[in-house]
Nanobody, 120 residues
Framework: QVQVVESGGGLVQPGGSLRLSCTAS????????MGWYRQAPGKERELVAT???????NYADSAKGRFTASRDNAKNTMYLQMNSLNAEDTAVYYC??????????????WGQGTQVTVSS
């Protein structure tokens, strides 16, 4: 059974930093892309950042220059370093991992989300 678990959310002051982690566990063949989405109250879920198994990254415009995605393939873990946080970053952050379980076909597995609140 595959699980994706996020950690690292919390309350931070404007201008502060947080580091989110996302780890996939269970029995599977490989992980392709991993990524973070976020959903603020009353808003649609939006992409934050993705990273491939080879380390290629993609960021939402709102994340560019402030957030950095990285990955440790040996640990099946993705990180999202978030700096210069502001109130607009307040949201539930969801991680996903594209995983091939029994065959080379990949499907997305999602975590339950971690709350990030930016407030003074």
């Amino acid at each position: 059974q595959v699980q994706v678990v996020e950690s690292g959310g919390g309350l931070v002051q404007p201008g502060g930093s947080l580091r989110l982690s996302c780890t996939a566990s269970g029995s599977f063949l490989s992980i392709n892309t991993m990524g973070w989405y976020r959903q603020a109250p009353g808003k649609e879920r939006e992409l934050v950042a993705t990273i491939t198994s080879g380390g290629s990254t993609n960021y939402a415009d709102s994340a560019k220059g402030r957030f950095t995605a990285s990955r440790d393939n040996a640990k099946n873990t993705m990180y999202l370093q978030m700096n210069s946080l502001n109130a607009e970053d307040t949201a539930v952050y969801y991680c996903y991992a594209s995983i091939a379980v029994y065959s080379p076909l990949y499907r997305d597995y999602w975590g339950q989300g971690t709350q990030v609140t930016v407030s003074s």
